[in-house]
């Protein structure tokens, strides 16, 4: 039977196919008995297995800073003991001996004998240490199986399979979203997620159609069950009716058609209906994508988010990785401006070769970006040096993200300095006039402008987080979606503040958070003064329509209204009509 669900749109069209339903790891492993003559082998694969997994634990107590939180050594050595403890290294070893189970049996096997045990416990403390053998039994399986994540199954599927498919997933980290480059399933939905999310984010970069925050979806849907998803709308329907079908079969043909009439703007100027020339830049998350940005027609990468280099990998990319990654976009860039955002991990972004683990309440306000690289001098010295060293190839620029304080760009600069210094020393070349910018996404940085205008040659305005800062909701989280508000007085005047602020102080200012490629704000920024934009090369070129359909002094009139108003119905009437002008 047909029904519909709705959810949160985060990225546009529309997309048909099979449902595909991602699980979470399970500990369903398979059973069977070993030979004979293959128990002792079976035992052996154990104690590899779990030698395997000590060594894993001692490398990430190891690489610990002095900085990081106290209680994540405390767990690591909690799962190091557990590890050692007889009853897990040494049971199931008799377990294989004495019935010839497989070595992943006899450890489940074992698993649920202690867990029984603790299930017993009247100490809540205790009882609830049978997450933390589950956690360790889980690293074990991951050893012996050497098993792929449920999106790395996904994809293994979507290879074998015929038609289209679209992930239906409680939830979809950003390292998941980045497998998915790799092979373009139609679309994806989840049960959670924000708007700005990396994930959703991430979809847009892709073009791919999406839906967070559907709640109970996984449970709903049935694998390989029909599904349209619009991501426009927020609509997802399930075992739609053959009418249903074509009519968003057509649709779809619509679209794309559209898509293609826009094609034919992207060798033109994005230049306003009375002559001011704006920039369109791209953001970017890997190399690859700088192909992508230069046939959208961008002039320039006003973003690259070097974290996604960091992820889905067990070690962190070397320096010289790392600079033949930028390499490659600055010579694909061919000397437009690359913009080289050092890495902003931490949050909603996670690197497993980053070797923390979030133990922090309040992520976001955490150790996350320009405060994870001062604390943690020999990575960032090692991107610095990468993107020196690429600089001597085409137009380098540096960003800095999350900046709040004036002493982390003054540290910043100082590593920058300690990075040319040392390649002075060994004779490498790079680029001596290399631009070094910060991003504006903490309100306390757009309000004390005056302290970074002076220290820095360009900001960018990431609206994202400065939206999530200022409005105090987590930007992933879709309980508190609906007051997430790039139209919010205070969110305007703080990024109308910085373009004003910028041009007063003859600093450029780009805007490349989401805003910059959503339609609906286009004339707003412009009339507020902005002349850079970054977005994902998906929008590009209907973003360039826009301002071509733009005059420029007019918008900035409207502005002025409606950075006076403040009832929110009002507010939007004015943007409404900004737009139909
Ligand atoms: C932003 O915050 O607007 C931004 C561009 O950075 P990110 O989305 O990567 O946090
Ligand atoms: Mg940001």
Redo the contacts with the bound molecule.
């Keep these: 039977m047909s029904f519909t669900l709705h959810g949160i749109p985060v990225s546009g069209g529309i997309a048909i196919g099979r449902a595909h339903l991602i699980t979470p790891v399970s500990l369903d492993v398979s059973h069977y008995l070993v030979e004979l003559e293959r128990v002792k082998d079976e035992m052996v694969r154990y104690t590899a297995a779990v030698q395997a997994v000590q060594a894993e634990l001692r490398t990430l107590h190891d690489s610990l800073s002095a900085a990081a939180p106290g209680d994540l050594g405390t767990f690591i050595d909690l799962h190091s003991m557990i590890l050692a403890d007889p009853m897990i290294s040494k049971e199931p070893l008799r377990i294989i001996e004495e019935r010839r189970c497989n070595a992943e049996w006899a450890l489940i096997q074992q698993m649920d004998t202690l867990v029984a045990q603790f299930e017993e416990i009247e100490d809540a403390y205790l009882r609830e240490r049978q997450n933390d053998i589950t956690q360790v039994v889980e690293r074990i399986l991951k050893a012996l199986t050497g098993a792929k994540s449920p999106i790395e199954s996904a994809l293994a599927k979507a290879r074998s399979q015929e038609g289209e498919m679209v992930v239906v997933a409680h939830d979809l980290s950003p390292a998941d979203m980045l497998l998915f480059k790799e092979h373009q399933f139609a679309g994806f939905v989840t049960d959670v997620g924000g708007p700005?999310s990396?994930t959703a984010?991430l979809a847009r970069s892709l073009a791919l159609p999406a839906i967070v925050a559907l709640h109970h979806a996984r449970e709903m849907i049935g694998e390989d069950d029909w599904l349209i998803l619009d991501g426009s709308s927020g609509v997802l329907i399930v075992a739609p009716d053959a009418p249903v079908l074509e009519e968003y079969r057509w649709k779809r043909g619509a679209m794309a058609l559209e898509k293609k009439k826009l094609e034919r703007l992207r060798h033109a100027s994005a230049t306003t209906l009375d002559g001011a020339e704006i920039e369109l830049h791209a953001n970017i998350e890997l190399p690859e994508d700088a192909i992508v940005a230069r046939e959208a027609g961008a002039t320039g990468i006003g973003?690259f988010?070097t974290e996604f280099l960091f992820m889905n990998r067990k070690e962190l990319p070397s320096e010289d990785e790392q600079f033949e990654s930028y390499r490659k976009v600055v010579e694909a860039m061919a000397g437009m401006p690359v913009t080289i955002r050092t890495l902003?991990i931490g949050a909603d972004k996670e690197a497993e070769s980053m070797a923390r683990e979030q133990t922090a309440l309040n992520p976001a306000l955490g150790l996350r970006a320009i405060r994870y690289c001062l604390a943690e001098p020999q990575i960032f010295l090692a991107q610095l040096r990468a993107i020196l060293r690429a600089s001597h190839y085409g137009k380098v620029k540096i960003l800095l993200?999350m900046i709040a304080h004036a002493h982390e760009v003054a540290q910043a600069k100082y590593f920058i300095g300690m990075a040319k210094e040392q390649l002075d020393i060994e004779g490498t070349p790079y680029a001596t006039e290399v631009q070094v910018g910060g991003?504006i996404?903490i309100p306390a940085a757009a309000l004390s402008l005056g302290l970074f205008v002076k220290k820095l040659d360009y900001l960018s305005i990431?609206?994202?987080?400065?939206i999530q800062y200022t409005l105090a909701i987590d930007r992933a989280d879709d309980e508190v979606a609906y007051l997430y508000d790039p139209l919010h007085p205070a969110v305007l005047g703080l990024i109308s503040q910085t373009i004003r602020g910028g041009a007063k102080a003859r600093v450029p200012v780009a805007v490349?958070?989401?805003m910059a490629g959503e339609l609906r704000m286009t004339r707003l920024l412009l009339g507020m003064g902005l002349k850079q934009f970054s977005m994902h090369p998906a929008n590009l070129l209907a973003v360039k329509q826009r301002i071509v359909g733009t005059e420029l002094a007019e918008a900035g009139e409207h502005v002025k209204r409606i950075l006076r108003a403040e009832e929110p119905d009002r507010l939007r009437d004015l943007v409404d009509a900004l737009n139909a002008c």
């Excluded at 990431?462 to 400065?466: A, K, P, R, S, Y």
């Design positions: 700005t990396h984010i973003l988010r902003d993200p991003m996404e990431g609206t994202n987080d400065l490349c958070g989401e």
